[in-house]
């Protein structure tokens, strides 16, 4: 089945440091790509639709600032936790949909950590 | 905006049958997700639904019923590995294309 990569797979970081996760589609195209955040027993709480080309469209609440997001190509889309604090210690998910067949894809997930 | 409803845990024991029951309300509806989680784990497809009825995929089955904006898992011969949370995800269209919103989830304790 389709592949979807992140790295780091987990990133430990001091406060007021900046850090960028990669999500890749290993096997086809994703013109969209879906940020998500997951505290401890909680489900996924979508951050931000990030379209290749375009500026990603962030949901309500969620800091288009602090939460920067680049989808510069098919098949790359980053996302840069800025200034980051220990609130922001989270599994953060991204989510891939193949173009070709509209089926959506899961990354293993990132776990931030900061002190 | 979506609303999308789910127990937030359930017990059964191991070789019995268990439904997870969802209820969602979206105004784009286009499709519902079962997704299987296991502490600190990324979501596993378990199965979609589009069109009303039901899908069956091994021990899995899920229904979908659109018109009372609901749906149900279910998960027969129970094993221990079951032991998970399982997400029901509504796929909703809006301006800007299509997205994916995740219930709470149902946490999933099954007993020997």
């Known amino acids: 089945g389709a592949v979807v990569s992140q790295h780091p797979s987990r990133v430990i970081c001091k406060s007021g440091t900046s850090v960028k996760i990669e999500c890749r589609s290993l096997d086809f195209q994703a013109t969209t790509m879906f940020w998500y955040r997951q505290f401890p027993k909680q489900s996924l709480m979508l951050m931000a639709t990030s379209n290749e080309g375009s500026k990603a469209t962030y949901e309500q609440g969620v800091e288009k600032d602090k939460f920067l997001i680049n989808h510069a190509s098919l098949t790359l889309s980053t996302l840069t936790v800025t200034s980051a604090h220990p609130e922001d210690s989270s599994f953060y998910i991204c989510?891939?949909?193949?173009?070709?067949?509209?089926?959506?894809?899961f990354g293993p997930g990132t776990r931030l950590t900061v002190l | 905006g979506q609303n999308i409803d789910q127990p937030t845990e359930m017990t059964a024991t191991e070789g019995a049958i268990v439904q997870i029951n969802c209820t969602y309300q979206?105004?784009?509806?286009?499709?519902l997700f079962w997704y299987q989680q296991h502490a600190g784990e990324a979501p596993t497809f378990l199965s979609y639904n589009v069109l009303d009825g039901l899908e069956e995929k091994g021990r899995f089955s899920s229904f979908l019923s659109r018109s009372k904006g609901y749906s149900y898992l279910l998960l027969k011969e129970l094993q221990m590995k079951d032991s998970a949370s399982y997400l029901c995800?509504?796929?909703?269209?809006?301006?800007?294309?299509?997205?994916?919103?995740f219930g709470a989830g149902t946490r999933l304790f099954v007993k020997a």
């Open positions: 979206t105004s784009g509806f286009n499709g």
């Open positions: 989510s891939a949909r193949d173009t070709g067949n509209d089926e959506q894809f």
């Open positions: 995800a509504v796929r909703d269209w809006w301006a800007g294309g299509f997205k994916t919103i």
